[in-house]
C-alpha cells in the first residue's frame, strides 16, 4: 500500500519489511543491506512498532480530546441552568434592593472557560452575600434552588469546581492531543525518508532487471484517476451493541476493496482517521463495529473508502454515530 495517509504508513513500512527479507536473502549471508543511516532490518521492524505505536496514542489521544470535551460540555450547561435560575431567583425577590444591580449576564455556551467561569463565580460571592442579609418577603433563606432544601450554595460551589476541574481537563486533553500528534508526524516523516533511501539503496545494490526491482513495493500511488465516491448509511444497531454500516456499491472497473475508517467525536479529520475494516470487493456491502463507541453518549463519525488497484482512493459522505 503506497504512502497515502496517516493510516497507510504502518501497512506500507510493512511491505517495504517483507521485501527488505527478500532482498537481504538475495545480498546472501554477511551481506545484509543497510541503509546510509545505519537502519537494517531488524531497526526497520522497529521503527514498525514504533510507528504503530504513536499511530494509536494520537488516535486515543483525540478520543481522550473527544471525552474531556463532552464533560467540559454537559457540566458547562448544566451550571449555566442553575446560574439562569438563581439569577431568576434574585431579580425576582431582591429586585428592590441594591443587590439586584450585582446579577450579571449569562455567558454565552461557547464562551471560553474563564470568561464562563467568571459570571459563575460572581453568582457564587453574590449568594454568600444575600445568606447573610435579611431576606426580602417570600425569599428563601438559606437560598435552594429545588424544593426540599436541595441545591444550595455549597451544591453550587462544588458545581463551579467541577466545571473549573472539567474546563482544566479539557485544556490538558487539547495539548496532549497536539503532543501524541507532534510524535506521530515525526515518526512518519522519519518512516518516508527511510523508505525513500531503501528504493535507492536496493536499486544500487541489484542488478538491472532483478526480479526484486519489479515487486519493489509502491511508495506512492500509481498513476491513474482517482474514483467516484460511495454513499454510506449508519445507524446505532442495539441489538449488536455496535454501529452497523451499508453502502451503495462502486462501479469502477479498478476497484480492488473497500476500507471503513473511523475519527473520534463528530467531525471527520483525515489526519485522525484510522482503520476500521478492509471488506473485499466482492464480499457482502455491510460492516458492524463498536471501535470508539464502547462508552455511552460516545460519538464517532465513519467514512467509507473506495481503494483501486492502483491504490488511489476516494473516501464517502461521513456518517456521525452517537452511542445511546
Same mark, same amino acid.
Given at each position: 500500500m503506497p504512502l497515502l495517509g496517516p493510516t497507510s504508513y504502518p501497512q506500507t513500512l510493512e511491505s517495504f519489511l517483507g521485501h527488505w527479507e527478500e532482498v537481504n536473502k538475495r545480498l546472501?549471508?554477511?551481506h545484509p543491506l543497510v541503509l546510509p543511516d545505519g537502519l537494517d532490518l531488524a531497526g526497520g521492524?522497529?521503527?514498525?512498532?514504533e510507528v504503530e505505536a504513536l499511530s494509536f496514542a494520537a488516535a486515543d489521544a483525540l478520543q481522550d480530546q473527544v471525552i474531556a470535551r463532552t464533560g467540559w460540555q454537559l457540566t458547562r450547561n448544566a451550571?449555566? $441552568?442553575?446560574?439562569?435560575?438563581?439569577?431568576? !431567583?434574585?431579580? $425576582?425577590?431582591?429586585?428592590? =434592593?441594591?443587590?439586584?444591580?450585582?446579577?450579571?449576564h449569562l455567558p454565552q455556551a461557547q464562551a471560553s472557560a474563564e470568561k464562563f467561569l467568571q459570571p459563575c463565580r460572581e453568582a457564587q460571592r453574590l449568594w454568600t452575600l444575600l445568606e447573610a442579609e435579611? *431576606?426580602?418577603?417570600? @425569599?428563601?433563606? *438559606?437560598?435552594?434552588?429545588?424544593?426540599?432544601?436541595?441545591?444550595? !450554595?455549597?451544591?453550587? =460551589?462544588?458545581?463551579?469546581?467541577? @466545571? =473549573? $476541574?472539567? @474546563?482544566? /481537563?479539557l485544556e490538558a486533553a487539547i495539548w496532549n492531543r497536539s503532543v501524541a500528534l507532534a510524535r506521530r508526524n515525526a515518526i512518519m516523516n522519519k518512516v518516508k525518508t527511510e523508505l525513500m533511501a531503501y528504493n535507492r539503496a536496493v536499486t544500487g545494490r541489484l542488478p538491472p532487471g532483478d526480479a526484486l526491482l519489479s515487486i519493489m513495493p509502491a511508495l506512492w500511488p500509481a498513476p491513474g484517476h482517482t474514483p467516484e465516491?460511495?454513499? !454510506?448509511?449508519?445507524?446505532w444497531d442495539s441489538a449488536a451493541n455496535a454501529a452497523r454500516f451499508t453502502w451503495s456499491a462502486s462501479e469502477d472497473k479498478l476497484l480492488s476493496h473497500y476500507e471503513l475508517r473511523v475519527c473520534a467525536g463528530a467531525d471527520y479529520?483525515?489526519?485522525?482517521?484510522r482503520s476500521v475494516k478492509r471488506i473485499a470487493k466482492d464480499a457482502p456491502r455491510e460492516a458492524v =463495529?463498536?471501535?470508539?463507541?464502547?462508552?455511552? /453518549?460516545a460519538t464517532a463519525c465513519f467514512r467509507l473508502y473506495v481503494v483501486l488497484e492502483t491504490a488511489n482512493e476516494k473516501g464517502s459522505n461521513t456518517s456521525v454515530i452517537q452511542r445511546p
Open positions: 546472501g549471508v554477511g521492524q522497529a521503527l514498525l512498532a451550571l449555566r $441552568a442553575r446560574l439562569a435560575q438563581f439569577s431568576d !431567583l434574585v431579580r $425576582a425577590y431582591w429586585h428592590s =434592593t441594591p443587590w439586584a444591580q450585582l446579577v450579571g435579611t *431576606p426580602p418577603p417570600g @425569599a428563601p433563606n *438559606p437560598i435552594f434552588l429545588d424544593p426540599g432544601g436541595q441545591y444550595g !450554595l455549597a451544591d453550587f =460551589t462544588a458545581h463551579i469546581a467541577k @466545571a =473549573t $476541574a472539567d @474546563a482544566l /481537563a465516491p460511495v454513499e !454510506l448509511t449508519g445507524a479529520n483525515t489526519d485522525d482517521e =463495529t463498536n471501535l470508539l463507541l464502547t462508552q455511552p /453518549a
